[in-house]
């Protein structure tokens, strides 16, 4: 296939293009409300939190954690009027959602899109307009800043979209009284930001089902949604045995392994090439998303796709672990269909002069490849997830 | 996360129901569809029937659509002239429905004196006076005319017995101890002997035809018979013992018979059915099953018009408007379908127009443009069609002593069937006049006739701009989104969408090439490669014998579709499918362009059982050829046939992405927009 090199051209091109491109976007809605310095060039915001997210565990991480999981709707709710209570107060500057998300983002265990969820329902309540249409306006700003602070995060914009959606779309323009409607909306963005948090929960619920014992699962990418399954089944006393990819460039797979060797869980470790190599023992394959889109397919670490490839070849269950507010309207063709998030490899040695990296972080999965979805709404096969999108969205 | 399904919030999270889901109906089934499977028993019966009087030898009225027609001895010299079957013992289809006739209509054609027509699956067709579901049908919407005009004098009794054939036929297929299982249970039974079959089949028969009228008129021989038949089957039952339910009526009748081995053979002429399918089964039929048939008649399409089935040609032909010879050689598997020779038929109509009365002119002139070709394309004829309706519409008045509901439904409805003998409908056609029926039927009794005209009438245009014009601007803001600097974009005949999508995207700046992929005998392309070329995209010309070639530095395949169906099925011009196949093979995303109200709910899975032919002339001249002149008498040869399809269907399995207005889908979700939106979409 020759033809091919005019694309491999426009790679470069769009690769040469795009600081010029997506420097005036991000900079532009304000700068100084913008405390993401470069949310585009080196590596994608989204991986930044990650990292920061997933770095070596420390005990007081997983304390932290563990509170978290305990008493997450409760505590979190009743810290979050503080939280806003603080910030209004801190300075008397107006309300600023990015500052309201970076204070939910800080949590480890929250999501990246449930923090987003939290800041935009912390914007209705402190939001002084009179109108209905001044809210709404207001609301779509917000979230606007929040999609732009990281444009390169699909559940982040998806969780936005998500949210507008399902606090817009309510009985509440009928009510006569602005306050009551407020107070409806208000509700209702509470009860979103409680179901994306019970989410993963329901998840585990639904996906331990499908661990049986003595079973052999892959596991590709660090995903908590995929630990809080895998730790909910160890903890109804399933024997399984756990193959985990080593997950460069950022060694997710190290950090799985780890928390799951603490659960007593057998793990052994392989490096991402041996993914063919091991899948003959492999009874199924178990990833997260980064984003599902409208076809039913994920975008995931890089790696996923290849995994998939494989597991599918040799008739082996892929099984995906996603939160329904990461359903995204996006429907990319091929792997070059997407916005690429950008992540640095490390490889130990000088890179030769004149020899280019592929940098991008994520792949996309066709959904031929999948065999179900775990979700809070239920399990799902890859096409039900653009009924879902439809049902929401039109 | 939804607030459209507030019901789905309390059901459990795991169990979803995904689709269709139908509330507690049975699955529609043909009424007659399952008859091939006793062709056995038929062949057994045919040698003790009675001789085959004129009627019976009336082939293959009771095919369904997908069944290989009859061989051509009877039927290859195009003249629907009833010939005296001899049956052919390889045509065991026609046997078969023969057979069926001799019990079931003998009766009933005789009392009521009406045309022999055919068994009640075919009959059906005539009551579905909608005929818009049927949107390929060619000759179906006659109904409508034939209603009003009441020019077949035996119409009216033909539909009481056709009713009663329904009840017989609709009930069988949901209520197990109807006749028409025992057919399937006949089928099952392997060492049943064939006198014993053709009981079966005698019960089957009969319940079929079962009509209040039938009751009175047996004759004495037949009355023994039935007595006979009864004591056998009581007999049967005692010696099944108490392991049998007695009241299980035919179907435990015929595990019994199994057993019994023997039974006393009944005259196979004998027409009364309702007593010896065993009394508790019919009576049953008759109370539970009369709801159900009205809701069945409703959401089943009725069967499509077989144009091997000669009979009905003929009597549709009577009643056509526009006289158009049927092509010699047809092929044999697309027997099924309407095939004219062109040409010979547009100076005929012209002169006929004074005869045609409530033909509006408007109407007659698209009609004409139909015929000629003038107009094609699924969203232009569409549109034609809509605005020449809305002048009928404003020239309408309602005759005395009528109600504008009925009369202007009448009336479209024979402007349909009009239309539908120019050129069959296509998916888009019909579900626009099933929009505009609906409009009408909806429309307040208090409302003056001028109020509903111009209701109506703003409608029709609130129609053709949202449903066809905003979707299309819809539909070319989202492909736009997918087409990237540097790509090479394949496209496929002439799609008005596709065609907007390439000048838009070049509008915007995107810096692409296009590859026209033609073929013969259209040649459409070349109308789209000569519109591009002047607005100064780059191009690329070729036929479709290169596509394997020209493939290679493809990046996209943006397509049209005459119709999208709810498996993912896209229903397109010929060839659109070996495209959409090559692009999957070499991993090329094909994209489908189409609007959301030419999607159906039918499924289809092959281009046989619903398509169009076109005129075989056409394949067999090549223009500025003079040399090639190998097939100019090819009609004269009866070892040819020549083939000219106008659509195929593409499985979905090739389809990456089908845009329409509701967004970028994939094919898998077209039954959840056709569930969601085409109430909104034919109602608005």
Not at chain 1, 103 to 119: N, S, T
Not at chain 2, 376 to 388: E, K, P, Q, V, Y
Not at chain 2, 395 to 402: A, F, Q
Request: glycine share 6%.
């Amino acid at each position: 296939m020759w033809g091919r090199s005019a694309s491999f051209l426009l790679d470069k091109r769009l690769r040469d293009q795009r600081p010029s491109l997506s420097s005036p976007s991000s900079s532009s809605p304000d700068s100084t409300m913008d405390p993401n310095p470069n949310p585009n060039h080196g590596v994608s915001a989204y991986y930044q939190t990650r990292a920061e997210h997933h770095a070596i565990v420390s005990s007081d991480w997983l304390a932290q954690a563990q509170a978290a999981v305990d008493g997450e709707g409760d505590t979190a709710l009743m810290e979050r009027p503080h939280a806003s209570v603080a910030v209004s107060l801190s300075a008397s500057k107006p309300f600023s959602v990015i500052d309201e998300f970076n204070y939910w983002r800080k949590k480890p265990d929250l999501a990246e899109a449930v923090a987003a969820i939290m800041a935009l329902a912390a914007v209705i309540r402190s939001c002084e307009a009179t109108t209905m249409m001044e809210l709404e306006i207001e609301l779509k700003k917000a979230s606007d800043t929040l999609k732009s602070w990281d444009t390169t995060s699909i559940s982040l914009s998806a969780g936005c979209d998500l949210f507008m959606r399902y606090v817009t779309r309510t009985s509440a323009v009928e009510y006569e009284d602005f306050h009551a409607a407020k107070l409806r909306l208000i509700e209702r963005g509470e009860k979103f930001g409680e179901i994306s948090m019970k989410a993963r929960r329901t998840i585990a619920m639904l996906g331990q089902d499908f661990i049986f014992d003595g079973c052999t699962i892959l596991v590709h990418g660090f995903s908590r949604v995929v630990l809080e399954v895998l730790k909910l089944a160890a903890s109804n006393r399933k024997l399984f045995r756990i193959f985990c990819t080593e997950g460069r460039p950022d060694k997710t797979g190290l950090r799985l392994s780890k928390e799951l060797a603490a659960l007593g869980v057998p793990v052994k470790l392989l490096i991402d090439s041996a993914v063919a190599y091991a899948m003959d023992e492999v009874d199924m394959v178990f990833v997260g998303a980064d984003g599902v889109v409208e076809s039913g397919g994920i975008i995931n670490m890089m790696g996923t796709y290849q995994t998939a490839l494989v597991a599918h070849s040799m008739n082996k269950p892929v099984y995906v672990a996603a939160e329904s507010y990461k359903f995204a309207r996006l429907y990319p063709l091929d792997q070059k269909d997407l916005e690429p998030a950008l992540h640095p490899i490390d490889f130990g040695v000088p890179i030769p002069s004149g020899v280019e990296v592929e940098t991008s972080a994520r792949d996309y999965t066709p959904p031929q490849y999948l065999t179900l979805l775990f979700t809070d709404l239920g399990v799902l096969t890859p096409s039900v997830v653009s009924d879902e999108l439809i049902q929401l969205y039109l | 996360m939804d607030m459209r399904r507030p019901p789905r919030t309390v059901s459990d999270p795991k169990v979803r129901q995904v689709g269709f889901v139908t509330p507690s109906v049975a699955p529609p089934t043909r009424s007659l569809s399952d008859a091939p499977t006793t062709v056995a028993a038929a062949a057994a019966a045919l040698s003790a029937s009675s001789p085959p009087s004129g009627e019976i030898s009336l082939p293959g009225s009771s095919l369904s659509p997908v069944m290989i027609p009859p061989p051509r001895h009877a039927s290859s010299d195009g003249r629907p002239s009833a010939p005296v079957a001899v049956p052919n013992p390889a045509s065991s289809l026609r046997r078969d429905s023969l057979r069926i006739r001799v019990g079931s209509y003998n009766a009933s054609e005789v009392v009521l004196g009406t045309p022999p027509s055919a068994s009640p699956s075919s009959r059906t067709d005539y009551t579905a006076s909608e005929f818009s579901e049927e949107a390929m049908s060619p000759w179906h919407g006659r109904s409508g005319t034939a209603k009003v005009a009441s020019s077949f004098p035996g119409s009216s009794s033909e539909m009481i017995v056709m009713k009663t054939g329904v009840v017989g036929g609709g009930g069988a297929g949901s209520t197990p101890k109807s006749p028409l299982t025992t057919a399937s249970v006949v089928k099952t039974l392997p060492g049943i002997s064939e006198k014993e079959r053709e009981v079966l089949m005698g019960t089957q028969n009969d319940g079929a035809g079962a009509s209040k009228t039938l009751k009175e008129k047996t004759t004495k021989a037949e009355r023994r018979a039935l007595q006979e038949a009864q004591r056998a089957a009581k007999a049967a039952a005692k010696e099944a013992g108490a392991g049998v339910k007695p009241s299980a009526a035919s179907g435990s009748a015929v595990a019994a018979n199994t057993k019994q081995g023997k039974v006393v053979k009944p005259p196979p002429q004998k027409k009364d059915g309702p007593q010896i399918a065993p009394p508790s089964g019919t009576s049953e039929k008759k109370v539970v099953d009369r709801p159900p048939e009205k809701d069945r008649k409703k959401d089943v399409p009725a069967p499509r018009m077989q144009f091997d089935d000669k009979h009905r040609v003929e009597k549709a032909k009577r009643r056509a408007v526009v006289n158009q010879f049927e092509a010699k050689n047809r092929v044999e598997l697309f027997r099924h379908l309407p095939q004219y020779i062109h040409g010979t038929q547009l100076p005929d109509l012209e002169g006929k127009f004074f005869q045609l009365d409530p033909m509006h002119p408007s109407v007659y002139k698209v009609g004409l443009q139909y015929l000629s070709g003038k107009i094609s394309g699924g969203n232009a004829r569409c549109i034609a069609m809509l605005l020449a309706f809305r002048e009928a519409i404003r020239d309408y008045s309602t005759p005395p002593e009528k109600a504008l509901v009925r009369d202007l439904t009448a009336k479209i409805s024979s402007f349909v069937s009009f239309l539908i003998e120019c050129r069959p409908l296509s998916i888009s056609m019909g579900n626009a006049i099933k929009f505009l029926k609906n409009r009408i039927a909806k429309l307040p009794d208090a409302m003056s006739e001028s109020e509903a005209k111009s209701s109506l009438q703003s409608d029709i245009d609130r129609f053709i701009s949202e449903k066809i014009v905003i979707a299309d601007k819809v539909i070319i803001r989202h492909a736009v989104t997918k087409i990237r600097d540097g790509d090479v974009l394949l496209t496929y005949g002439l799609s008005s969408v596709v065609e907007m999508i390439l000048v838009y995207a070049h509008e915007v700046g995107k810096q692409f090439r296009v590859v026209i992929v033609d073929s013969r005998p259209k040649l459409e392309g070349q109308v789209l490669l000569h519109r591009l070329v002047a607005k100064g995209l780059n191009c690329t010309y070729t036929h479709i014998n290169a596509i394997s070639y020209i493939m290679h530095e493809v990046t996209r395949v943006f397509l049209g579709a005459a119709s999208v169906l709810s498996n993912g099925t896209v229903y397109s011009r010929v060839g659109t499918a070996c495209v959409a196949m090559v692009a999957n093979a070499f991993r090329v995303p094909v994209l489908i362009c189409c609007e959301a109200y030419k999607f159906h709910e039918r499924v289809q899975l092959d281009s046989i059982c619903s398509n169009e032919l076109g005129d075989p002339d056409a394949i067999s001249k090549v223009s500025g050829r003079k040399d090639l002149n190998h097939l100019d008498n090819w009609a004269d040869n009866e070892n040819l046939q020549l083939l000219n399809l106008s659509y195929d269907a593409t499985p979905s399995d090739y389809v990456s992405m089908i845009i329409t207005d509701y967004g970028m889908l994939p094919p898998s979700s077209v039954p959840v927009i056709v569930r969601e939106y085409r109430r909104e979409n034919l109602w608005i």
